[in-house]
């Protein structure tokens, strides 16, 4: 079974703060995505890494910044934790190549910034 | 860039009804892929379905891809599959909007 986890399921920040959300995945995928999603808005890509040290902007990737030292372990950072960016923040993976480019998600972590 | 529709956006129904879900897209899609999120926010993988049909249990798929959209079936519905039901089109990686399914017992 494919697996996909992330550090933590629910974190509170201060305004402000560096913000580190890790997530990581043992099915070996090249690629890996991070989303937030928010009531009304669905979910939408900030950030996705095609390999170790590539990444790609998403749709909206302002205020985040990603780090992918090892295929495994995808980082997603927030430099100056600001109140909008309270939200649900899901991160996923799948293969590049073969018969299925079939996505899988973590869990999950709820962020509040206060 | 490329849109994606869901129907019914909100969907309430009894223990033991079947029901449809629709997902339509602007363009081409490929790579499509159904999710149901649980009540703890958790995206779970239903099917991945570029094309044709596929059956699991009591859930179904099928996507047209020659005319952009996607039909999810569930029969005989359960308490547990209340949620919200997501396509995707993987390709962009577009969500559509969700269609938000409850079921009473």
């Known amino acids: 079974d494919v697996k996909v986890t992330q550090s933590s399921r629910y974190l509170v920040k201060r305004t402000g703060e560096k913000v580190f959300l890790e997530c990581v995945q043992d099915?070996?995928?090249?690629?890996m995505f991070w989303y937030r999603q928010d009531p009304g808005l669905g979910l939408r890509l900030i950030y996705f890494?095609?390999?170790?040290?590539?990444?790609e902007k998403g749709d909206i990737p302002e205020g985040y910044s990603v780090s992918r030292e090892k295929k495994e372990r995808f980082s997603l950072i927030l430099e100056s934790a600001s109140t909008n960016q309270t939200s649900m923040y899901l991160c996923?993976?799948?293969?590049?190549?073969?018969?299925?480019?079939?996505?899988?998600f973590g869990p999950g972590t709820r962020l509040t910034v206060t | 860039g490329i849109q994606v529709e869901q129907s019914p956006p909100d969907l309430i129904l009894q223990e033991g009804a079947n029901s449809t879900l629709r997902c339509n897209f602007s363009?081409?899609?490929?790579?499509l892929q159904w999710f149901h999120q649980n009540p703890w926010g958790q995206l779970i993988n239903l099917f991945y379905?570029?094309?044709g049909t596929k059956q699991n249990g009591r859930l179904s798929a099928t996507t047209v891809a020659t005319e952009r959209y996607s039909l999810l079936y569930i029969s005989s519905s359960q308490t547990t599959d209340s949620g919200v039901y997501f396509c995707?089109?993987?390709?962009?990686?577009?969500f559509g909007t969700g269609t938000r399914l409850k079921v009473l017992a």
């Open positions: 099915m070996d995928h090249e690629n």
């Open positions: 363009d081409s899609v490929n790579n």
């Open positions: 379905i570029p094309s």
């Open positions: 996923a993976s799948r293969a590049r190549d073969g018969s299925s480019y079939e996505q899988y």
């Open positions: 890494s095609y390999d170790v040290k590539m990444k």
């Open positions: 995707v089109g993987t390709y962009k990686y577009i």
